[in-house]
């Protein structure tokens, strides 16, 4: 009786062994290819942003961060940086199109500055060579601050002591160091910090629970699709500008409400028509409404636009919900010490 | 020689005695009397500003802390607590008046919220019983929020998952806890922990060197001119209403554009022609510009101007400078947890 038992017992171990042990192991070799495959177009995201021409100190950093809350130099005293990017919202506000100084509409929706000094370009049709420009222009641009000129933005910062003793700490070789260009590179080298580490990151280190099974099949089809041919980074965006509607007119998928040229508006080439900047989709999960003009308020019907005009693809319903749960997995975390705020100077 | 040179060692050590030892003696007998002076008409400030309506609970500052800064229940998703009251600028906006939805202009000065639930009242001119009054009635009020109705609010509370969750936590008795009544009550929990400690503290408490010799002087002159009269308890104001203008119309010194009857709106009663509620002055020097509708910029101007209009008398410019010294022992610290910000729930 017990030679059948043993042989009987064998043949449930080993039909143990083949229902589990080795879907487990092909699952971690699964994972490990998915890991290679997806390092290779997104890569190991950096710790910050560096730029030549603006180096990242500490105390450019500390002057970036008062000054990204500072709205005494905008022209109705109510626009700082934070008003558009307010960090309880992952740096974008929530709107379709951003409001500046005295209710002014922006002419496109407000992106995150979370990992944006990571592209070619900023704003959606890539009118702002980098961080710096855009925090530059961003005080005398219509659309946000308003201020009439830069020596008027001069003028109010250097009424503050604290100010001018904050620029001289970062710009100690400057003979006259508050001035807008300065602005500019501190809040550009603040905003050069701004990574995000999110649960992608753990995975493609090694971690292979830190996303989930779904995540995996969303990543995969994500780079099955085609997403990562304008999707690519460590940033997963912004490397690239690309025509919006390769496949059928934008505005008849969206609920655009009038038509945007795009980049044609920069360059005046026909080439540009439609053209904008391929967004970084770190933390998209966290920063709806999408597209340049947030027209759209769900991911789910954002990505399955996206298939349709940009790849020619129907995606079937179950694959759109797999890529929304792997854009979930791009939802980072926030540094700490940019969750604190800054006190502002005072002019008593 | 030796005696006469021990007797003039003598002299100089009862001359140092008469000169210096004295003073300081006199100076510490001073500072005890200040104290227990001060004591008496402002009190220890308390830790926070409980109610028996509204106790506060971990639960209730939390989710009230979230909802601080959530836009997304007004009516043009620009409009949070935090809009004027951000924390870089001690909690006020800076402005002359604050700006509500749709760039409305609010009909008064903004006031911090810090140690606002001290008050008899909120608002100038009292027209709010309290912080949770406050809260509640701002997210329809027109120069506020906006929104058309409490439904509305609770229809955006309610479609978020987290907010039902916190809300729930908050609340854990009620049915259904997604109201606007919880939500004032958990913002207003929130502002009950609002007290900012400050140098006037330390000192009230016996530390002698927590405030200047010149600060000290403003204190005493503070009191000795009458200045708390009205401005008196822990939160120095906000226990009383008072005509602005005693001995003369307020309009002929500060640099109001029209008249503002004040609390006259709220009762209709001619008694309360011109009068407002004494403000709190905790943080005063941060808090600038100053009155109700914001008309003067320099605290130097709002003191000469009170002394002027409120007590008859032509305050001497170094009785003023002590005065404004003594206010700045009023800026307190923010609470640690304060100066973080919270992430606001997602619908994805």
Redo the contacts between chains.
């Keep these: 009786m017990r030679a059948p038992l043993l042989r009987e017992k064998k043949s449930w171990f080993l039909l143990f062994i083949l229902l589990f042990a080795v879907p487990v192991t092909a699952f971690t070799a699964d994972d490990e290819a998915l890991i290679t495959r997806a390092s290779q177009v997104l890569g190991p995201l950096p710790a910050s942003m560096p730029s030549a021409e603006n180096p990242i100190t500490p105390e450019k950093v500390t002057l970036g961060k008062?000054l990204f809350?500072e709205?005494?130099i905008s022209v109705?005293?109510?626009v700082s940086c934070s008003k558009c990017h307010?960090?309880?919202?992952?740096a974008a506000?929530?709107?379709r199109k951003s409001?500046g100084h005295?209710?002014t509409e922006n002419p496109r929706n407000d992106p995150t500055v979370f990992n944006a000094a990571s592209q070619i370009s900023e704003h959606w049709i890539g009118n702002r060579t980098s961080v710096e420009d855009q925090a530059k222009q961003s005080v005398i641009g219509p659309p946000a601050f308003g201020m009439p000129s830069y020596e008027s933005v001069e003028k109010v910062l250097r009424s503050y002591a604290q100010y001018q003793a904050l620029f001289k700490a970062a710009f100690p070789s400057d003979k006259e160091p508050v001035t807008v260009d300065n602005f500019a590179k501190a809040v550009g080298a603040f905003e050069r910090t701004l990574v995000t580490h999110a649960p992608l990151d753990a995975f493609l280190k090694g971690n292979k629970d830190a996303i989930t099974a779904q995540q995996k099949k969303g990543l995969a089809a994500f780079m099955d699709q085609g997403c990562v041919g304008c999707h690519f980074s460590p940033f997963v965006g912004g490397q690239m500008y690309q025509k919006f509607g390769l496949f059928a007119p934008y505005w008849e998928y969206t609920k655009s409400k009038k038509v945007d040229e795009g980049r044609f508006a920069v360059t005046k080439s026909e080439n540009d028509k439609y053209v904008f900047k391929v967004p970084v989709l770190r933390n998209v999960?966290?920063t709806?409404p999408y597209f340049h003009d947030g027209s759209v308020d769900k991911?789910e019907e954002a990505v399955w636009i996206m298939g349709k005009i940009q790849l020619g693809k129907d995606l079937p319903k179950e694959q759109v919900q797999d890529i929304?749960a792997f854009l979930?997995a791009l939802t980072g975390k926030?540094p700490e010490d940019v969750?604190?705020?800054?006190?502002?100077p005072?002019?008593?």
């Design positions: 008062i809350y709205p005494r109705d005293g109510t307010p960090i309880p919202l992952y506000d929530g709107l409001i005295n209710c999960a966290m709806r991911l929304v979930h926030i969750m604190t705020v800054p006190l502002l005072s002019l008593e």
